[in-house]
């Protein structure tokens, strides 16, 4: 299954993704979909991520004019990435936008905008700092992240981004192995993948990098202690896959 089949997004939807172990691979694979269905996407970010390659990118040096020139970009092509400025380094990395500007990208003639709002360090699972995520306000869905690919690793920082944070909201020990309970506890809780999250907005967690039977298994046991808590639709798969969905839990 595809990602816009799961998430049924409508027109003008903004779609943020949050946590860790494969925003960005998630965001554009959804971005493919949307442009395969002929939908002008725009993509946005409020961290940080590498510079795309294929992409046509704008950068957002002149607010006051940036919803003139992203019109103008959809008027030729389907998708136009956005961020504020190119940092120096190889390869290059594009800061985030100011959530202000969100207002303004929606009255563009994008039908959809997806928006990767945290960081994780390269890491599988993570707890948000104080900042994090930076959730645009008129967001219509949350989709937060988790690679299954932390399950059975020590809690400390080799494996997840801000452990103690983590540890703290779990109620689990460092060094103790992450386990599913770990990750829902993380996932339901407002100090955690529920943070920041509007109350108009939809929020649907995604478990990614779900390939083997094992990982599968895992997966499930997740997504149970999750529905148990938070009546929401779960999502199992692998970002990078063809049919990125492999199975959908809950409502």
């Known amino acids: 299954m595809q990602f816009l089949q799961a998430l049924s997004p409508g027109r003008r939807e903004?779609?943020?993704l949050t946590g860790a172990?494969?925003?960005?691979?998630a965001m554009f694979a959804m971005a493919k979909e949307a442009v395969k269905e002929g939908r002008k996407v725009i993509l946005a970010i409020t961290t940080k991520i590498y510079e795309p390659e294929g992409w046509n990118?704008?950068?957002?040096?002149?607010?006051?004019?940036?919803?003139?020139?992203?019109?103008?970009i959809l008027a030729d092509d389907v998708a136009v990435v956005v961020g504020e400025k190119r940092l120096p380094g190889f390869p290059p990395k594009l800061t985030g936008l100011?959530?202000?500007?969100?207002?303004?990208l929606a009255s563009t003639s994008a039908d959809l905008i997806i928006v990767e709002a945290d960081g994780s360090a390269g890491l599988p699972f993570k707890a948000p700092a104080e900042h994090?995520?930076?959730?645009?306000?008129?967001?219509?869905?949350?989709?937060p992240v988790v690679g299954i690919d932390c399950i059975g690793l020590p809690l400390n920082p080799a494996n997840v981004h801000r452990?103690?944070?983590?540890?703290?909201?779990?109620?689990?020990?460092?060094?103790?192995?992450?386990?599913?309970k770990t990750v829902a506890a993380v996932l339901t809780s407002t100090d955690g993948y529920r943070k920041n999250v509007p109350p108009q907005a939809r929020w649907i967690p995604f478990i990614n990098k779900v390939q083997t039977a094992p990982q599968m298994a895992a997966a499930l046991d997740i997504a149970r202690e999750i529905t148990a808590k938070i009546p929401?639709?779960?999502?199992?798969?692998a970002a990078m896959q063809k049919d990125p969905v492999r199975e959908v839990v809950g409502p």
């Not at 172990?21 to 691979?25: I, P």
């Not at 100011?98 to 303004?104: E, G, P, R, V, Y």
């Open 14 to 16: 903004i779609i943020v």
């Open 21 to 25: 172990g494969g925003k960005t691979s």
């Open 57 to 72: 990118v704008l950068l957002a040096d002149e607010p006051e004019i940036l919803c003139r020139r992203i019109n103008s």
């Open 98 to 104: 100011d959530t202000d500007l969100f207002a303004s």
């Open 132 to 143: 994090e995520p930076v959730i645009p306000p008129g967001t219509t869905l949350v989709m």
């Open 163 to 180: 452990p103690r944070l983590v540890a703290q909201i779990a109620g689990a020990d460092l060094e103790s192995r992450v386990t599913a």
């Open 232 to 237: 929401s639709s779960v999502l199992i798969g």
